[in-house]
Structure formats: C-alpha cells, structure tokens
C-alpha cells in the first residue's frame, strides 16, 4: 500500500509535533545532557574523575522529597500523554500507531529475554568505559533508605520504561514514517536520539544506549508492538536502581561512587 502523499503544510505539522514532544521531554533532555557531557570532560580529572546520580534526593525532608519525586515522575510522562493526543485513532486501537496492541502471549518471554541481553550487555559497555575513562561514575540512587525508595525507584524504572519506549520507538516512528523516511534512516536516527539524551554518564552511557535503541528499533519495525520493550526497560532499570547499592558496595572501583 503506498503511503498518502502529504502536504507541504502536513509535513510542517508533524515536524511542529516531533519539536514538540522531544523539546517537552527527551530532546531537552538531551541538550542538557550535552552540556553536561562537555561540563564533565573539561573539569580536573575529566569524566573518570566525575559523578551523577539518576534519582538524586530533592529534599531533606522526607515527605517533601516523596512529593517531589512523585512530582517529578509525573510530570515527565506528559510528552508521553501529548505523545498519544497526536496520533489518537477514533478507530481500536486507538494508539496503534503508538505500537500500544492487544498484548500477546509470547510478550513477557520477549521482554525477560531483550533485558537479559541488553542489561548485561549495557553493564560491559559501562564496566569497559569506567576502565578506558570514558564514563562518569554513575549512582543510580541518590535516595535516602526511607520505606517509600524502593517503590519510587520502581515507579521511576516504569516512567524511563514509558518515556521513552512510546516517545522514541512508538512516536518517532510513527511520525518519521509519515514523512516518508526509509526503515533504517528512522531506526538509526531514533539510536542517536537515545544515545544523546544519556551522554551526562560520558561516552559509555552514549555507546551502550546507541546499541540498544538499534537492537530495540531493529526488532520494533518487525513487531510492531511496544509493550514487550516498555517491560523490556522497565526490568532492566528497575535492577539497575534497586539492586545499585548492593552493586557499588561490592565493586566500587567499577561505579567510582560510595554505596549507599
């Protein structure tokens, strides 16, 4: 089936929504991450010598922290909600074009086994690049060991999971199709998109997110559905921001940073 050809207008239209949806979320995301990435290699011990913290405390206070990390979640998945206004169906699926399908059976093995392989492979990735001084050390929990951490580290592994996964997969996809790009212009320049909104952890947490958002992108153009890379990601940050105290404890040198 051909695709409609669009307007000069359709297309401004839908460039205006990618603008939109990224400048709202990841693509801002990404600028910053840039500086950070150029604020990082230009201090005294360059990005070896440096750290970051992915769910850094926001308060001393423990429920003004609570709030403002639920603020926070929140507030992040609304790219996500405008996301799906632009592409809504009045017909089921309504966001089809988001890959959000009917889940199927053989979901939960796709999404066990894609986090198998992409969460240790994003491990060696970091291990090697911590070695070279390529990557900052990362802490993935900055967060004080109150009775809420470990479900709002949960819920913040399941907002990445969503975020990202029906913005650059389901959404860019999507839009980038519409405008008539070919199959591997979107899967590589969706890559880099991800790649660059991670670059605050140094070139390793570029390289490793850059492999993933190809292998993702990759096998999301035969599926055509989300669902598994939603649960995919969430599995593999939800480990990462749990299981990280336990991990910087035990390998220090490979994190550059205290455990908690």
Known sequence: MTAPVLSRSDKGRIWWQIVLVLGLGLGQSAIYAIVSLIDYATRPGGLAGQTTTLNPTQSARQYIDLTYQLLDIAFSLAPVVLAGY??????????????????????????LGLALVIGAGGIGVYVLARQLGFAVGVDASGLAPYWWTVPVLLLS?????????????????????????????????????????????????????????????????????????VVAHFLIDAVVFVGYAWAATTFPSLFGVSGH
């Open 86 to 111: 632009f592409v809504w169906s009045s017909a089921r699926p309504h966001l089809g074009r988001l890959g959000v399908v009917r889940p199927r059976a053989s979901d939960p093995l796709w999404a």
């Open 157 to 229: 592994a399941l907002r990445s999971g969503l975020q990202e996964e029906l913005v650059v997969l389901g959404f860019l996809y999507d839009r980038l199709g519409s405008l008539g790009w070919n199959r591997w212009a979107i899967i590589l320049t969706a890559a880099l998109v991800r790649g660059s909104y991670h670059l605050y952890q140094g070139w390793g947490g570029f390289a490793g997110n850059l492999v993933m958002g190809l292998i993702f992108g990759w096998l999301y153009t035969r599926v055509k559905r989300v669902l598994p890379f």
